[in-house]
């Protein structure tokens, strides 16, 4: 595997969806090249950077929700 293979990968990579194969290729790849194992961790960085916002954005949705359910049931 080269550069241009992992970084066609990277993506999949990072939402662990690669086969097996892939991955095996994939992680070599990226102990032996330190571009690429760096551009790695960036996309990983920014994919959890990503869904902390997600998690966050909906948090507050969900706690509303429930707020409106507590106030329609009866007492
Ligand atoms: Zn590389």
Request: charged share 30%; glycine share 2%.
């Amino acid at each position: 595997m080269n550069c241009t293979d992992a970084q066609t990968l990277m993506s999949a990579a990072v939402d662990g969806e690669l086969t097996l194969k892939e991955q095996k290729g994939f992680e070599k790849h990226i102990l032996s090249c330190p571009s690429c194992s760096a551009e790695f961790e960036e996309a990983q960085k920014t994919k959890s950077i990503i869904r902390e916002k997600i998690i966050r954005f909906k948090a507050p949705q969900s706690l509303v929700k429930s707020i409106l359910k507590l106030s329609d049931s009866p007492h």
